[in-house]
T-cell receptor, first 115, second 114 residues
Framework: DTEVTQTPKHLVMGMTNKKSLKCEQH?????MYWYKQKAKKPPELMFVYSYEKLSINESVPSRFSPECPNSSLLNLHLHALQPEDSALYLCASSQTPEGAGNTIYFGEGSWLTVV | GEDVEQSLFLSVREGDSSVINCTYTDSSSTYLYWYKQEPGAGLQLLTY?????DMKQDQRLTVLLNKKDKHLSLRIADTQTGDSAIYFCAESPFRNSGNTPLVFGKGTRLSVIA
């Protein structure tokens, strides 16, 4: 089973709202990722968690706040977003953060619309 | 620097072979990947190749790697309408943090004509 599950599939939120995107994997992977994808563009890395610790933050604005409560779960907390933050948010995981076995599996994504 | 280049569009007839090309810049990448994205969906890992290999075949898919030229290709034999999608080439360059997250090309939109 190579499944990464994301919820919700679709989210519409106002600029003053607080919401969260959730991601779950039960493959025993120790690295988890958030990517952002705008229409007709490739995914862009936002955050990497290695062994439940934040290891990469690609200069993402603080209105995006990641959280890794345990090795199976990854959240992305959203607050005071802008309309240009509307995108597909993809969660991914890999067995290890680096080197051999670093095949990265993606979820189906959460479509976020900020109004 | 990290950069992955792909042609943006490819159109083929059903039953023909498709070849999608990619060039990358970072020689530290241990693995190189091909992902498929259908409209409205996430990324599906199609195949990957370890950097010390020249070729990998998996059913209708053949990956060729020219490490000297940093060139990667994906050949899809007997292309079907269900193969219509965007295909992303990706590398995983090593960083000082030890992480190797993916760097994607812009994607090649494959259109299959019946």
């Amino acid at each position: 089973d190579t499944e990464v599950t994301q919820t919700p599939k679709h989210l519409v939120m106002g600029m003053t709202n607080k919401k969260s995107l959730k991601c779950e994997q039960h493959m025993g992977h120790r690295a988890m990722y958030w990517y952002k994808q705008k229409a007709k563009k490739p995914p862009e890395l936002m955050f990497v968690y290695s062994y439940e610790k934040l290891s990469i933050n690609e200069s993402v604005p603080s209105r995006f706040s990641p959280e890794c409560p345990n090795s199976s779960l990854l959240n992305l907390h959203l607050h005071a977003l802008q309309p240009e933050d509307s995108a597909l948010y993809l969660c991914a995981s890999s067995q290890t953060p680096e080197g051999a076995g670093n095949t990265i599996y993606f979820g189906e994504g959460s479509w976020l619309t900020v109004v | 620097g990290e950069d992955v280049e792909q042609s943006l569009f490819l159109s083929v007839r059903e039953g023909d072979s498709s070849v999608i090309n990619c060039t990358y810049t970072d020689s530290s990448s241990t693995y190189l990947y091909w992902y498929k994205q259908e409209p409205g969906a996430g990324l599906q890992l199609l195949t990957y190749i370890f950097s010390n290999m020249d070729m990998k075949q998996d059913q209708r898919l053949t990956v060729l790697l020219n490490k000297k030229d940093k060139h990667l290709s994906l050949r899809i034999a007997d292309t079907q309408t269900g193969d219509s999608a965007i295909y992303f080439c990706a590398e995983s360059p090593f960083r000082n943090s030890g992480n190797t997250p993916l760097v994607f090309g812009k994607g090649t939109r494959l259109s299959v004509i019946a």
